[in-house]
């Protein structure tokens, strides 16, 4: 059966139909990217690719396009082959200059009316099995509208069976013989087996007989077991008896003679193949809501909610509407983070003030250090203004001499980072400059500084630190100064 048709151009998604659930997004990415790695495999099973699920997947690449089909197990190489043949010639007859996202909508309704018309091509097919007299051709009659019947030779009749928008071929064996060799003729390829016997009336031996014969001939198809005619017997005793001789895998019970026994099949074979429901109405109602956060710009909550919208699609394989969500999230997710950047760089700024030590009203001098000078005391001079020496002169001194000892670690630090770069040939912006003098615009060099070490910072931010950091230093500042200040707000950063 065929489930599932995506086309990637170069790494997108640009079309996408479930016909039933098979892969989920996640998967399907996955595998774009395996199928992506491997491009010289043009068309086939991958084993790879087939063990990681209970699909196959065939694909195949035309230019820039990607081709990939999802089918049962069962089905056949060579016949998948043809319908890729098809997909292709329509799609280049719809597309004839190789987009298809920007294109109309009615041609996209034209492609997707063309594969409805592929996935009934390939004649899915559904056989019912079981001993004479079980209520096979009752069950037959239920489910197809027998307008299309054909025969299949002398041995069976086939009609359709429309499941939402699916086609599937129901075949109806025409012999009266359990022991009929043509049974495993007619079971072959089957994507669906359905088994029915008279729970008022069976023979074990007959009833292992089919469960051998679907195992053997096809055991890649689904199955189905129906306990038929409850209306005959006891059934919770039936099942029971039934259950002491043997097991008979996915059973139901029921009456074809009851009225309930179309809608019970309906949803059992819908379950099995799993086939796709439509997106329930709400959605557009939860869409919204969505919608109204990101207008009130709660970013957060916005991508929340629109995530789990996301998860809500996956579970009915919408991927078209899946993809227009994600680009969505990234969108709100990247406003997000600029946000965050920004709060960052402000507070960044607040801490990338000049160390408060040395933000006392003193004069403090920052003398080039060597790399073999870093004594504290040689270091830093720091001369009381007028002002502070005329107030707290001891209490004032006895701090500073901590303080700019905490300074200096930072200083001789960086100091030795600087070296440390110098010797290994590292290039700076600031290297071009003997001294201050020759750097026309101080904060444009700041900021080269900071990119030259790897991250970023506005030259507003730039500027206004240059001037903080002299008002507080109270005098001009050196290169040193600035290369002190690049590797501060880097080491700052960092943390
Ligand atoms: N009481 C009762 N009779 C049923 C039920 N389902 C089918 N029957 C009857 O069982 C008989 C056989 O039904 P068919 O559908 O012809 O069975 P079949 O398996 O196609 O039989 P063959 O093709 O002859 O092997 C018919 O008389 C049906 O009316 C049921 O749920 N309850
Ligand atoms: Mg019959």
Same mark, same amino acid.
């Given at each position: 059966m065929l489930r599932q048709i995506h086309i990637f151009k170069k790494?997108k998604m640009v079309f996408t139909h479930t016909f039933t659930?098979a892969?989920?997004?996640?998967?399907l990415?996955?595998?774009f990217?395996?199928i992506?790695?491997?491009i010289?495999?043009n068309i086939g099973?991958?084993?790879?690719?087939?063990?990681?699920?209970?699909?196959q997947v065939f694909h195949r690449t035309l230019e820039d396009f990607y081709f990939i089909l999802i089918t049962d197990?069962?089905d056949k190489k060579e016949e998948i082959e043809g319908i890729i043949d098809k997909l292709i010639n329509k799609f280049k007859k719809i597309y004839p200059n190789n987009e298809i996202l920007n294109e109309s909508e009615s041609k996209k309704e034209d492609f997707i009316d063309y594969i409805y018309q592929l996935q009934s091509d390939i004649h899915s097919?559904?056989?019912?099995?079981?001993?004479?007299?079980?209520?096979?051709?009752?069950?037959?009659?239920?489910?197809?509208?027998?307008?299309?019947?054909?025969?299949?030779?002398?041995?069976?009749?086939?009609?359709?069976?429309?499941?939402y928008e699916l086609k599937?071929d129901?075949?109806?064996?025409?012999?009266?013989?359990?022991?009929?060799?043509?049974?495993?003729?007619?079971?072959?390829?089957?994507?669906?087996?359905?088994?029915?016997?008279?729970?008022?009336?069976?023979?074990?031996?007959?009833?292992?007989?089919?469960?051998?014969?679907?195992?053997?001939?096809?055991?890649?198809?689904?199955?189905?077991?129906?306990?038929?005619?409850?209306?005959?017997?006891?059934?919770?005793?039936?099942?029971?008896?039934?259950?002491?001789?043997?097991?008979?895998?996915?059973?139901?019970? #029921? @009456?074809?003679? !009851?009225? =309930?026994?179309?809608?019970? +099949?309906? %949803?059992?074979? $819908?379950?099995?193949? &799993?086939?796709k429901?439509?997106?329930?109405?709400?959605?557009?109602?939860?869409?919204?809501?969505?919608?109204?956060?990101?207008?009130?710009?709660?970013?957060?909550?916005?991508?929340?909610?629109?995530?789990?919208?996301?998860?809500?699609?996956?579970?009915?394989?919408?991927f078209t509407?899946?993809s227009?969500?994600?680009?969505?999230?990234?969108?709100?997710?990247?406003?997000?983070?600029?946000?965050?950047?920004?709060?960052?760089?402000?507070?960044?700024?607040?801490?990338?003030?000049?160390?408060?030590?040395?933000?006392?009203?003193?004069?403090?001098?920052?003398?080039? #250090? @060597?790399?073999? !000078?870093? =004594?504290?005391?040689?270091? +830093?001079? %720091?001369?009381? $203004?007028?002002?502070? &020496?005329?107030?707290?002169?001891?209490?004032?001194?006895?701090?500073?001499?901590?303080?700019?000892?905490?300074?200096?670690?930072?200083?001789?630090?960086?100091?030795?980072?600087?070296?440390?770069?110098?010797?290994?040939?590292?290039?700076?912006?600031?290297?071009?400059?003997?001294?201050?003098?020759?750097?026309?615009?101080?904060?444009?060099?700041?900021?080269?500084?900071?990119?030259?070490?790897?991250?970023?910072?506005?030259?507003?931010?730039?500027?206004?630190?240059?001037?903080?950091?002299?008002?507080?230093?109270?005098?001009?500042?050196?290169?040193?100064?600035?290369?002190?200040?690049?590797?501060?707000?880097?080491?700052?950063?960092?943390?």
């Amino acid at each position: 059966m065929l489930r599932q048709i995506h086309i990637f151009k170069k790494k997108k998604m640009v079309f996408t139909h479930t016909f039933t659930l098979a892969l989920g997004n996640e998967e399907l990415q996955k595998l774009f990217k395996l199928i992506e790695s491997n491009i010289k495999i043009n068309i086939g099973e991958d084993p790879l690719l087939r063990a990681l699920s209970e699909y196959q997947v065939f694909h195949r690449t035309l230019e820039d396009f990607y081709f990939i089909l999802i089918t049962d197990l069962i089905d056949k190489k060579e016949e998948i082959e043809g319908i890729i043949d098809k997909l292709i010639n329509k799609f280049k007859k719809i597309y004839p200059n190789n987009e298809i996202l920007n294109e109309s909508e009615s041609k996209k309704e034209d492609f997707i009316d063309y594969i409805y018309q592929l996935q009934s091509d390939i004649h899915s097919k559904i056989s019912i099995i079981g001993p004479v007299n079980a209520g096979k051709t009752m069950l037959y009659n239920i489910l197809t509208d027998q307008h299309k019947e054909r025969n299949i030779m002398n041995f069976a009749k086939s009609s359709i069976l429309s499941l939402y928008e699916l086609k599937f071929d129901v075949w109806d064996f025409q012999i009266n013989d359990n022991y009929a060799l043509l049974w495993s003729k007619f079971i072959s390829g089957s994507d669906l087996v359905i088994f029915i016997f008279d729970i008022s009336n069976y023979n074990l031996k007959i009833l292992n007989h089919f469960l051998n014969l679907k195992k053997k001939v096809s055991n890649l198809s689904k199955f189905i077991s129906i306990a038929n005619k409850t209306d005959l017997v006891n059934i919770e005793n039936a099942l029971a008896s039934l259950e002491n001789e043997m097991h008979i895998p996915n059973l139901i019970h #029921l @009456s074809l003679k !009851k009225s =309930d026994a179309k809608a019970i +099949l309906f %949803s059992e074979i $819908s379950n099995i193949f &799993k086939i796709k429901e439509k997106l329930p109405d709400n959605y557009d109602n939860l869409l919204k809501e969505a919608e109204e956060i990101e207008k009130e710009s709660n970013l957060g909550k916005a991508i929340a909610k629109y995530k789990e919208l996301i998860r809500y699609l996956n579970k009915y394989q919408e991927f078209t509407e899946i993809s227009k969500l994600e680009e969505k999230v990234k969108e709100l997710e990247k406003s997000l983070r600029e946000q965050v950047e920004l709060r960052r760089k402000i507070e960044l700024k607040k801490k990338f003030a000049p160390p408060t030590p040395i933000k006392f009203s003193k004069k403090i001098t920052v003398k080039p #250090l @060597s790399k073999n !000078k870093l =004594d504290s005391s040689k270091q +830093l001079k %720091s001369t009381p $203004s007028e002002e502070s &020496k005329e107030q707290t002169k001891p209490a004032q001194t006895k701090l500073r001499s901590s303080d700019i000892k905490l300074d200096l670690s930072v200083l001789k630090k960086t100091q030795e980072e600087i070296v440390q770069n110098r010797e290994n040939n590292e290039k700076h912006p600031e290297d071009k400059f003997k001294s201050i003098d020759d750097v026309p615009d101080k904060a444009v060099l700041l900021q080269k500084m900071i990119e030259s070490r790897g991250s970023k910072l506005s030259l507003k931010l730039c500027s206004q630190f240059i001037k903080e950091m002299m008002e507080s230093l109270q005098r001009e500042i050196t290169l040193n100064d600035l290369k002190i200040a690049a590797d501060n707000f880097i080491s700052l950063e960092k943390q």
